[in-house]
């Protein structure tokens, strides 16, 4: 690559914004949160058709451009830790198993190949221990879970007017835009799973709200009519987690399950009287090819047999095939090189075994270290459980890593709560000084210690404050909201 001065002003100036962003997600954790989702807003707008800059040889995307200086930030306190602490966290080995598999795909394929293939892990685990690896206390985690439900809402909005133009179209049906092919729903599942979960999110946390509860029912008919099989799956398998965990919500789970019988009802008698027309031909399009010898599933299980017998040899076994091997395959007598659409199977191929469980071992922990089934706790849950669905189709984004990394967050708190004493670890589970406690920020959500009132460290549940000390502060979703024993 030659050197010009051009080259070098180019160079000169992503050095200064690299400096400049770098400081900016140490010091600014929110700053750093929105940063983070620009990418995915981009994609949405330009339909996956994301604004690169050119420097020298390289092509910086949107999400390269935020993730970079983040993964700086990461690194550094990885390693901080490491040595004042000796241990590492395991989505920090995974990334370190990712750079490996990297370095041997650059040395075998060449730069770019290899880049291209290994970026959706890098977003991803940058993403996780961006968030896992930052003071998160319950004012962020309100802070993301708000922004969360705005960014759904953007999507909607987008979908809106997409919709208002392109009408409501079928899952295989294709469109023009700006001289490419894209599919014609109007985002991908990637924003789609955002919109899921933004509804899960308000039903977990705000289902006795009248207007959350609204909301949380026009999302879910708006990842109805998006119509990727798969979010719907991972909608379904959410809300059988929230009907099955929240064991302290008998009394919501009744409404909840009033409510839905209510709006499949009247769905069922609206597509027997009107039939819906062309929508309902167009969803009944999108259900038959989830299923059949030819359905989108059959066609992916093909391509992931082909894939896996490719493997040979321990090193393939345990470590994986090095980034830039491609994942070309015959299907049904084409060639196809997109990825596998399937986060396990791609991860088995790039980062081996080791890889695979140390995802899967990720996931699990965060499962099992949250102890109760208080709201936050509920939705943590929720979350990952849509992760592990999703990823039967489809490999995690830059946003997802974001919401494992608070899962995480929340997890190794409860976790080290319940290594505690029992007072200790109702202290620390109540928010006192001994470790800042990060909440999903739920109805129930962890309140700040009442002192001063004569009957021991904590308020009686819904007592009222009588002593010196502070009140209880709720943390909840929207402080506007009264608290619901």
Known sequence: MPVTPLVLLQLCAAGILLAALSWVFAKHVRAGIVLLLCPMVIDVLTRQQSMALQIADLTVSAADATTVPAAVVVVGRVITRFFQRGRASAPALMLALTVVSLSRGIAEFGLQPAVNECRPYIYFLTATLYVFTSDIGSDVTRFMLKTWVFLSLACVVICAGRWSVDGIASAGELLLANGVL???????????????????????????????????????????????????????????????????????????????????????????????????????????????????????????????????????????????????????????????HNFYIQTLLRLGVIGLVLFVGICLWALLAIRSNSRADVLGRILVLTQLTFCFTYALSLEQGMALGLVLVHARHSWTAGKLPTGESKAVAMGAPRAQRSDFAGEDAITQPVQGDGSGPYAPAGGRHTGSGPRQRDLSLDKGVSRQS
């Open 182 to 340: 894209v599919t014609a729903r109007p985002v991908d599942a990637g924003p789609a799973l955002v919109i899921a979960q933004a509804a899960l999110t308000l039903i977990t946390l705000r289902w006795h709200s009248r207007p959350y509860r609204a909301l949380a029912l026009g999302l879910l008919v708006v990842v109805v009519l998006l119509q990727h099989r798969t979010i719907w799956i991972v909608t379904l398998v959410g809300i059988a987690a929230y009907v099955v965990l929240s064991r302290r919500m008998a009394q919501e789970r009744i409404s909840f399950a009033a409510t839905a019988l209510i709006v499949s009802t009247t769905a069922a008698l609206g597509a027997r009287v009107v039939s819906l027309g062309s929508t309902g031909e167009d969803l009944r399009s999108s259900y038959s090819t989830m299923q059949g010898a030819h359905s989108t599933f059959a066609w992916r299980v093909s391509g992931w047999e082909e894939l896996l017998a490719r493997r040979s040899g321990v090193i393939d076994a345990l470590l994986g095939q090095p980034f830039g091997t491609g994942f070309a395959r015959l299907i049904d007598g084409q060639i196809v090189t997109v990825s596998p």
